[in-house]
C-alpha cells in the first residue's frame, strides 16, 4: 500500500467474509484512515485498541485492500 493516497478507494474485509467499500481520509507513514476505521499501513490490518486489534504480531478481525477497477 506504498501508493495509497488520499481519496483512493478500498474495501475493508471484515472477518475476511464481508465486504465493506470505504474511501482513504488520511494517510500516514504508518496507517490508513478511512474515516472511522485506521488501518495498518505496511499488512492493511485494522488497528482497533479497544479490541485488541492490530498488525501483526497482534490479532484484527479486519483488513483493508486496493478495490479492483
Not at 506504498?2 to 507513514?29: C, F, H, S, Y
Not at 495498518?40 to 479492483?68: N, Q
Request: charged content about 25%; hydrophobic content about 40%.
Amino acid at each position: 500500500m506504498e501508493d495509497i493516497k488520499v481519496g483512493d478507494r478500498v474495501v475493508r474485509w471484515l472477518g475476511g467474509a464481508i465486504p465493506m467499500p470505504l474511501r482513504v481520509t488520511q494517510v500516514t507513514d504508518t496507517t490508513v484512515e478511512c474515516s472511522l476505521w485506521t488501518f495498518d499501513r505496511a499488512t492493511g490490518a485494522e488497528i482497533d485498541d479497544d479490541l485488541g486489534w492490530g498488525p501483526p504480531p497482534r490479532i484484527t478481525g479486519s483488513f483493508i485492500v486496493m478495490e479492483e477497477v
